[in-house]
């Protein structure tokens, strides 16, 4: 789009070249979630800003279900694979995808991803996103669910200004509560704000340091997995 | 470029039509430096993820700096005004950009607003770009500087993860060090590795919150913007 000033307000202009990506990236997005469905794989596309907790917050999830469902991560990153590593530390098949620049997954990543790993024993499925709060919302991947983790730190206002991606997800996670004595940040207000933005969207406040508030996020996940395991 | 994937390493392939618009930017970009130029204005892009402190940076620098260098600002964001309302509140000049879903600020967007401002009454210009780690650092804007923050509570491992924008920057800032009794960080850690990454970067290490370490940051600027606008 082109660039909006407040005065005056200008028209938004779509760029026909990104709608034939993002109409490729559905097509292979499809078929990722075709081959999902045929091994009955659960896949929950992370998304969030960078240092907001996504990799803790999958390690906490890998724990807490030990031995009531099999987790496999696919994990996003410009570079490196430090992220990987603690995955498969903690036991879960994992591959890493270096997009070499690229600030997003797209669905054509994750279907060669989805061909390394051993989907016939993997029950959920995280795919964990690029750091961004921004690109990764308009590349479906094939995914069941797209979440968000906020965190504390990050200020209370992040909703105002990444709108699209409170919007579109279908669950909110704010992570670091542990640090809110420590920042301003207004849990009501957040909490009031992402509920106008997305209402049907359930809302996780927890600390992956602590612990606090992991179960509920849980359980939620247990529910989706039997639900979309299930094919309902 | 293509993904790349550990096993096998595939071919990093660049797409001819990004380097179009690369190259289109950095047009458009050297006409702004060249109107910066003309009206002595020292124009600084600062970049970050979203929550690092870019905003409050800018304002405890507007106030540091009163009545020694004259700021305005530009603000980036994919929506809402209220960076720039409270720019406004500290008595700067701004104009904010809203992306419209755009995941960084480019040079046209940039000559827009310039052509808003009062550059006769600007000494020093903050470009606050969108909250982004990854797509900001390919765009330049015709800026004297770039700078990243980078803040505690988002973990030491940033650099590795987006290498790029820290070894491309002309100084490093860490916010938020107030909150390091808090969270797992190492600073000795992260001032190794990004010193490592890109030795000619100053490195700061401060707290917005609180202060301390800003008096650093704030002569480096005054240093910048006296041999910018004194042409040298």
């Known amino acids: 789009m082109q660039p909006r000033f407040h005065e005056p307000k200008g028209a938004a ?10 109409s ?23 998304m969030a800003s960078p240092g907001a907790g996504k990799t803790s917050l999958i390690l906490r999830t890998i724990d807490a279900l030990a031995g009531r469902l099999r987790v496999g991560v696919i994990e996003g990153d410009i570079a490196s694979r430090v992220d990987a590593d603690k995955v498969a530390a903690a036991g879960a098949p994992v591959v890493q995808i270096n997009t070499g620049g690229t600030c997003h ?29 921004i690109c990764p919302v308009e590349f479906g991947l094939g995914e069941a669910a797209r979440v968000v983790v906020s965190s504390v730190p990050e200020g209370d206002d992040k909703p105002y200004k990444y709108p699209g991606i409170f919007a579109a997800v279908d669950a909110i996670v704010l992570n670091k509560v542990d640090l809110a004595p420590y920042v301003p940040f207004d849990r009501t207000a957040f909490r009031t704000l992402v509920a106008g933005m997305n209402p049907k969207a359930p809302f996780f406040e927890l600390s992956c340091a602590t612990g606090e508030g992991v179960a509920a996020w849980v359980a939620w996940l ?6 979309v395991r299930g094919g309902a």
Chains 1, 2 share one sequence.
Not at 13 to 22: A, E, M, N, Q, S
């Open 105 to 133: 997954l797209d669905a054509p990543m994750v279907g060669v991803a989805l061909e390394r790993l051993p989907l016939g024993q993997i029950d959920l499925l995280f795919i964990e996103n690029v750091g961004n709060l």
């Open 13 to 22: 202009v779509k760029v026909p070249v990104v709608r034939d990506i993002l």
């Open 222 to 227: 247990e529910a989706l997995a039997a639900r």
């Open 24 to 46: 490729a990236n559905e097509r292979l997005a499809e078929q990722n979630r075709r081959l999902l469905a045929e091994h009955h794989v659960c896949a929950v596309n992370i």
